[in-house]
DNA sequence: CAGTATCCCTTATGATACTG
DNA sequence: CAGTATCATAAGGGATACTG
């Protein structure tokens, strides 16, 4: 059933946003992503096929509208008046999840981790001119998947899960949780340096640019020292 | 996929809290219901079985507990301090239902809006001494579920969806989005008598007494006037 | 009564192939 | 590239029967 029945606005809010991925897209497209591509490569394990039925259902829902893309091809995805408004359901949701919810190995996609940095997290106009590639490590994992490429560019960074061609600038290992921690702003970069956890290779400069190249979690300020899980 | 892979605290709240009937029951818990029968009667559509799964994963994320219930048989579940934090999730959401997410027919179930009135929203301590019951006709609906008993009672008060066997006190003719908009404090009862869709038959004090026996809805304040769906 | 295990079916979802 | 239609499959969930 897809629908509860229920007047209550809890209930009628939850018909639309408590499905799967629902959250995850529209947290995306308020932050600015706002392309079919782009929000499939924000969440991987989503299929496309869903990615484009939740967009059609957000869209009849009337959070978001779906508009050709005047520039390039394809759509734009945007938030209506009623998808801006769920900036408060977003930040309640995140502030509960980020006090109460482990931070957990499953949660450490390393992928996912430097998605977020490119995406989120990552200040282009701090970058130096032109283009810095970074190989990062993360030892903890499997062989398969624990090597990752970050093009660093200010007309636009990207990961790749090959070797993207270019020849490597830094070589940064580091745990995937550490990474994960620093962008929520619950470590600095110098205190996961410290503990062994980020390890930076390459010509010192470079190497010491790299952590400055951010903006400030907006999740850093939540207090879990509160928290008995 | 269970898991999203993220570590972004707004996915990993959404791994516990977005699924289907995981708010609605959450919601009631928070709202002091804490029994399985009670949950379940809360939320016709949801089997037991399903009610029983979303339980335990609710217990195992750490949101409520569940102990065997001292007074009788069975279990009490109940909010742990995480699930008691959801407060200001449930607000936000609601108050973004309420405000961008139309009352539509199918939100209108009149059994669910009974049984809303008699657990959320009456209060027992301004009801008269003894039982009054009230027989519910929904003349908009088909035959079938046109017709609902309340039982009002100081000790306990309940739904039946048969005649309970005792004699009728009052009947109420009602449209049952009139019925939910009075409850959301969209309208006032009188308001709902005067365009025609609340009919009240039977003793005249008692008929007077019935809208009092209530407590003012949560969701009262939302100012929808904003509203541009 | 208060749940829970089992079975079976429906629905949701992913992979693939396809189209503008 | 930016999606969408189709189909196979897996997961989710309901009915039933069962247990303390």
């Given amino acids: ?3 509860y029945g ?4 809890i209930a009628r809010a939850s018909e639309i ?12 497209i308020l932050n600015g992503v ?8 924000g969440a991987p394990g989503l299929s496309r096929t869903l990615l484009s ?21 394809g759509n734009l995805y945007t938030p209506t008046e009623a998808g801006h408004d769920l900036g408060p359901v977003m930040l309640a949701l995140g502030t509960w999840g980020e006090r109460w919810i482990e931070l957990a190995p499953e949660h450490l996609d390393p992928g996912v981790v430097l998605e977020s940095w490119v995406r989120q997290y990552l200040d282009h106009d701090r970058l130096p001119e032109g283009r810095v590639v970074v190989r ?4 903890k994992l499997a ?4 090597q990752l490429w970050c093009i660093f560019d200010r007309s636009g960074s990207e990961v790749c899960r090959t070797y993207p061609g270019f020849e490597e600038d830094l070589v940064v290992r580091v745990d995937a949780r550490a990474l994960a921690e620093w962008h929520l702003g619950k470590i600095t970069w110098g205190q996961g340096h410290d503990a062994g956890l980020i390890e930076v290779m390459g010509p010192p400069g470079l190497a010491a640019a790299l952590p400055t190249w951010n903006k400030q979690s907006g999740w ?4 879990i020292g509160e928290r008995r899980t």
């Fill in 220 to 223: 850093a300020h939540i207090d």
């Fill in 17 to 28: 946003l408590a499905e799967r991925w629902t959250l995850i897209i529209l947290r995306d």
């Fill in 136 to 139: 990062f490590d993360f030892p």
């Fill in 6 to 9: 229920q007047y209550c606005p």
């Fill in 34 to 41: 706002h392309t079919f591509s782009a929000l499939a490569d």
């Fill in 53 to 73: 039925t939740r967009l059609d259902q957000l869209q009849r829902a009337g959070v978001i509208d779906i508009s050709p893309n005047p520039s390039g091809r």
């Fill in 143 to 146: 062989v398969k998947g624990n």
């Fill in 1 to 3: 059933m897809r629908n």
